[in-house]
T-cell receptor, first 113, second 113 residues
Framework: LAKTTQPISMDSYEGQEVNITCSHN???????ITWYQQFPSQGPRFIIQ???TKVTNEVASLFIPADRKSSTLSLPRVSLSDTAVYYC??????????????FGSGTRLSIRP | NAGVTQTPKFRVLKTGQSMTLLCAQD?????MYWYRQDPGMGLRLIHY???????AKGEVPDGYNVSRLKKQNFLLGLESAAPSQTSVYFC????????????FGSGTQLSVL
């Protein structure tokens, strides 16, 4: 089971680019890296998922180095509405892995005006 | 398309009382999960199901029971509520194939007095 380590909290300002790094030294060959966003009083919401190199969607980018022991979630030009907790998960879903989808404490991102 | 629906949204119990939380999904997902989230903490897996009629224990199963009689529903039961079970409960579902993302409900705030 790959454990993840990410900063407890981060602060930034509107319009800035925010990068949140997650460490996962024990990632397995078939593991994917997935990021979720959680607003207060809501369930987590999928943001982005990747296996290697770079993935980009309309919300964020995910950078994964060749050794895959870490990953960086990049949020371009953040706004106040990006204030949330961000979770990095490592694992492969499927019958044998359903119990291993583990959420850590996440990174609490606060955006200021 | 409602996604994942949890009922009730709020509930207050006295110690020793029982109750059932209902989770319903309309995405024909195979996998369903129950998590609990304590203040300032990440989500912890209580029980999960990989298909109709199957259930399995997660990280913190004690004091809870579950049933998956129908594919679209996953019930979480507390037979004798304790103050330590005061938490926010989230249900999630996924397709179950490799690296499928989780879809979460909006949560149930449970207080046990």
């Amino acid at each position: 089971l790959a454990k993840t380590t990410q900063p407890i909290s981060m602060d930034s300002y509107e319009g800035q680019e925010v990068n949140i790094t997650c460490s996962h030294n024990n990632i397995a060959t078939n593991d994917y890296i997935t990021w979720y966003q959680q607003f207060p009083s809501q369930g987590p919401r999928f943001i982005i998922q990747g296996y290697k190199t770079k993935v980009t969607n309309e919300v964020a980018s995910l950078f994964i180095p060749a050794d895959r022991k870490s990953s960086t979630l990049s949020l371009p030009r953040v706004s106040l509405s990006d204030t949330a907790v961000y979770y990095c998960l490592v694992g492969a879903s499927g019958y044998s892995s359903a119990s291993k989808i583990i959420f850590g404490s996440g990174t609490r991102l606060s955006i200021r005006p | 398309n409602a996604g994942v629906t949890q009922t009730p949204k709020f509930r207050v119990l006295k110690t020793g009382q029982s109750m059932t939380l209902l989770c319903a999904q309309d995405m024909n997902h195979e996998y369903m999960y129950w998590y609990r989230q304590d203040p300032g903490m990440g989500l912890r897996l209580i029980h999960y199901s990989v298909g109709e009629g199957t259930t399995a224990k997660g990280e913190v199963p004690d004091g809870y029971n579950v049933s998956r009689l129908k594919k679209q529903n996953f019930l979480l039961g507390l037979e004798s509520a304790a103050p330590s079970q005061t938490s926010v409960y989230f249900c999630a579902s996924s397709g179950g194939t490799a690296n499928e993302k989780l879809f979460f409900g909006s949560g149930t705030q449970l207080s046990v007095l």
